[in-house]
């Protein structure tokens, strides 16, 4: 199945946090352009969303990994924008 419209995330900053066990940890957190733009002509902008400073949430197994806080933090965005777009379409 083809997509009518396709989602470009550009990262603008990444923060990893950091993992302390027993003393302690911080989210990651990122700054991202969001871009939708239709899949066949991609020139043709939609909507441009902009995510600042993102906290991602200690919500999955890897958040003591780098990898895992960051993941975290695309997970949040996620979130957050399907929750912008479902509020918009009532």
């Known amino acids: 199945m083809k997509t009518k419209y396709t989602l470009i995330i550009d990262a603008k900053w990444i923060y990893a ?10 989210e990651g957190k ?7 733009v239709e899949t066949d002509n991609p020139s043709i902008v939609v909507m441009k969303l902009k995510a600042d400073k993102i906290q991602g949430k200690q ?5 003591n990994w780098e990898y895992g806080r960051i993941a975290a933090t695309y997970e949040v965005t996620g979130k957050k924008l399907g929750k912008e ?5 009532k």
């Open 85 to 89: 777009i479902k509020n918009a379409l």
């Open 30 to 36: 990122l700054t991202a352009d969001l871009t939708f």
């Open 59 to 63: 919500m999955n197994k890897d958040f």
């Open 17 to 26: 946090g950091w993992y302390g066990g027993m003393i302690g940890s911080q």
